[in-house]
T-cell receptor, first 113, second 110 residues
Framework: GAGVSQSPSNKVTEKGKDVELRCDPI?????LYWYRQSLGQGLEFLIY????????KSGLPSDRFSAERTGGSVSTLTIQRTQQEDSAVYLC???????????FGPGTRLTVL | GIQVEQSPPDLILQEGANSTLRCNFS?????LQWFHQNPWGQLINLFY???GTKQNGRLSATTVATERYSLLYISSSQTTDSGVYFC????????????FGKGTLLTVNP
């Protein structure tokens, strides 16, 4: 079956612009995660959605970052007023509820000039 | 939070050789996964192994939860095995987030 998909695969933006990154999870997966991978910080958790519950935003680095998940499926991560330190690969993962296997998408490489 | 240490950080092998990658973690875990990150950056699931032993072809993994470590074995390595191998753990709490180690960079030469 189809895996996790993300778009765009690459995004180049200028400092101060807003960007939106999209994630389509595996059908039937109720849990959705955003992580980012950067040279200095490795792979780090950003936000977690489970079904219709309020998201766990404990990993978001600043209030410029927000995410939503519509209809329990597609998720959008928005970064406002991008900064150069936001440059990273943003990875989305989905899974079943609870401590189960997480399946990762191919990522979006964000470059802020 | 939980700490995850992987060793060695780098490993260079000749094709056909065997290798063992190690992951130590600082607390009990509910979830442990091994991933292979290919040259295009995709994280490929290798094993979901919070405890016990699993095998998949030339790869196998063992987690000894009581001693807080996991091992990934690669036998008869191939050039396509090259890439970064990550161990990630989930240690409880309400969000099931994975905490990743820094990875082992494996290079398999022909």
């Amino acid at each position: 079956g189809a895996g996790v998909s993300q778009s765009p695969s690459n995004k180049v933006t200028e400092k101060g612009k807003d960007v939106e990154l999209r994630c389509d999870p595996i059908s039937g997966h109720t849990a959705l995660y955003w992580y980012r991978q950067s040279l200095g910080q490795g792979l780090e958790f950003l936000i977690y959605f489970q079904g219709n519950s309020a998201p766990d935003k404990s990993g978001l680095p600043s209030d410029r970052f927000s995410a939503e998940r519509t209809g329990g499926s597609v998720s959008t991560l928005t970064i406002q007023r991008t900064q150069q330190e936001d440059s990273a690969v943003y990875l989305c993962a989905s899974g079943l509820a609870g401590p189960d296997t997480q399946y990762f998408g191919p990522g979006t490489r964000l470059t802020v000039l | 939070g939980i700490q995850v240490e992987q060793s060695p950080p780098d490993l260079i092998l000749q094709e056909g050789a065997n290798s063992t990658l190690r992951c130590n973690f600082s607390d009990s875990v509910n979830n442990l996964q091994w991933f292979h990150q290919n040259p295009w950056g995709q994280l490929i699931n290798l094993f979901y192994i919070p405890s016990g032993t699993k095998q998949n072809g030339r790869l196998s993994a063992t987690t000894v939860a009581t001693e807080r470590y996991s091992l990934l074995y690669i036998s008869s390595s191939q050039t396509t095995d090259s890439g970064v191998y990550f161990c990630a753990v989930e240690s409880g709490g309400s969000n099931y987030k994975l905490t990743f180690g820094k990875g082992t960079l494996l290079t398999v030469n022909p």
